[in-house]
């Protein structure tokens, strides 16, 4: 018998990764427009207009790759019960010593809250980055009110990023294998998403 349960199929994993890549070009392609001392960065690309161009390209790529994650995933991300409200009571356990038995579906508790932040981060920064495209496309007023926001998102963004990353990783051992191989361990699913492996043991 397999010590492995499916938990993302290729379609997912591609789309995941695609967001991912897309995800970091942003960034790197962003920094030169961020901050002054990080002008240099635009070399990655040959030179600011290409660094700009990759940016707009990545930023379409981004935003439809990650409406498509969202929705793929909006029916275990959306859905609260009392098992979520325990884990967002007690911030997961990761503030205690003690292991924390606290059921959970496909996803906890703090992984929905990061998925519902990201849609509306990734609708302001759609929205703002189409305001200021064209920097003389609309009302001067509204073009910084959009790039402040901009800038304003990206920030908490990457927080969240630093954190989803770490707990995807090297907070969580095991978790990773899902997102890159399609399936983890029965011992992970037990210990991480109890109730979502007691449903897919069943099927
Ligand atoms: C190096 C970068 C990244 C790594 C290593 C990574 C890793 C992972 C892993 C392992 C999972 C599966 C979690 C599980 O099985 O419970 C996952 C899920 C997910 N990832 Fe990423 N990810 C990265 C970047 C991103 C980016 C840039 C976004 C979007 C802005 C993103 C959004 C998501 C979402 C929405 C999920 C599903 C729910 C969740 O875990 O919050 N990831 N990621």
């Known amino acids: 018998m397999s010590n492995y349960v499916d938990r993302f199929n290729a379609f997912d994993r591609i789309l995941h990764w695609t967001v991912a890549i897309s995800f970091f ?28 161009m990759v940016h707009k390209a990545a930023g379409v790529i981004f935003f439809v790759g990650w409406l498509l ?12 019960d ?42 302001v920064m759609g929205a703002t980055g189409y305001i200021i495209w064209e920097p003389t496309a609309f009302e001067r007023g509204l073009t910084q009110f959009a790039l402040l926001l901009h800038a304003i998102f990206f920030t908490l963004s990457m927080v969240g990023l630093i954190v989803h990353v770490y707990l995807a990783t090297v907070g969580n051992p095991g ?13 992970w699913a037990k210990k991480h998403a109890s109730k979502w492996f007691k449903k897919v043991a069943k099927s």
């Open 25 to 52: 070009l942003l960034v790197l392609s962003a920094l030169g427009l961020y901050a002054h001392p990080f002008f240099g960065y635009f070399d990655l690309f040959g030179g600011p207009q290409q660094g700009i």
């Open 69 to 80: 994650l969202f929705l793929r995933h909006a029916s275990d991300t959306c859905r609260f």
């Open 82 to 123: 009392a098992d979520d409200r325990k884990w967002i009571a007690k911030l997961g356990g990761y503030l205690s010593r003690k292991h924390q038995e606290i059921p959970q579906g496909k996803f906890n508790a703090g992984q929905k809250l990061f998925g519902i932040f990201a849609i509306i981060a990734a609708l």
């Open 175 to 187: 978790t990773l294998e899902g997102m890159l191989y399609g399936q983890v361990r029965k011992s």
